[in-house]
């Protein structure tokens, strides 16, 4: 069975894309596109999150780049890695929300 359809009325400028694609093909299209642009707008709130993660981790931690630059070690054995990349985790799942 399928859900009974919902109808969303908008107000689009003439030169709207939208309008290139044939009449009878726009109703999927649209949606289509709506849901890739919520998709993208969750991705942006997750980057965001982890851009101001890494800044809090690069200013809190110095030894962090440090270790990057040297790179002579593994750093998933270093256990204040294993506890960002937990912390990464969780943010990425709050952003797939």
């Given at each position: 069975?399928t859900?009974?359809?919902?109808?969303?009325?908008l107000?689009?400028?003439p030169d709207?894309?939208?309008?290139?694609?044939?009449?009878?093909e726009?109703?999927?299209?649209a949606?289509?596109?709506?849901?890739?642009?919520y998709?993208?707008q969750?991705?942006e709130?997750?980057v965001?999150k982890?851009?101001?993660?890494?800044?809090?981790?690069?200013?809190?931690?110095?030894?962090?780049?440090?270790?990057?630059?040297?790179?002579?070690s593994?750093?998933?054995?270093?256990?204040?890695?294993?506890?960002?990349?937990?912390?990464?985790?969780?943010?990425?799942n709050?952003?797939?929300?």
């Amino acid at each position: 069975m399928t859900k009974a359809l919902r109808r969303l009325t908008l107000r689009l400028t003439p030169d709207n894309p939208i309008f290139e694609i044939p009449l009878g093909e726009r109703n999927k299209k649209a949606e289509e596109l709506l849901r890739i642009g919520y998709d993208v707008q969750r991705l942006e709130r997750a980057v965001s999150k982890l851009e101001n993660l890494l800044q809090q981790i690069s200013t809190n931690n110095p030894t962090v780049i440090k270790a990057e630059q040297e790179d002579s070690s593994d750093p998933r054995l270093d256990p204040a890695f294993q506890k960002d990349l937990k912390l990464i985790r969780s943010i990425m799942n709050i952003g797939e929300k």
